[in-house]
C-alpha cells in the first residue's frame, strides 16, 4: 500500500527550501561583512567632516 503525503506540506517545504537557497544565493551576491560596513562607515563620515570644515 502507498504512504499517504500531505502535498501542501511537501509544495510548502519545497518552496522554503528554494527561497532559502535564492536567500543564500543573494546573500553571497549582495552582502557585505559587518567590517567592511563598518569601514565604509567611518570613510563617510571622515569624508562629511572633511568637507564641512572646506566649506567655511
Request: no cysteine; charged share 45%; proline share 0%.
Amino acid at each position: 500500500m502507498a504512504q499517504v503525503i500531505n502535498l501542501n506540506r511537501f509544495k510548502k517545504a519545497r518552496k522554503r527550501s528554494e527561497e532559502r537557497a535564492q536567500a543564500d544565493e543573494n546573500a553571497v551576491k549582495f552582502g557585505r561583512t559587518k567590517h567592511q560596513k563598518s569601514v565604509d562607515k567611518a570613510n563617510n563620515e571622515r569624508a562629511k567632516r572633511d568637507l564641512d570644515g572646506k566649506k567655511s
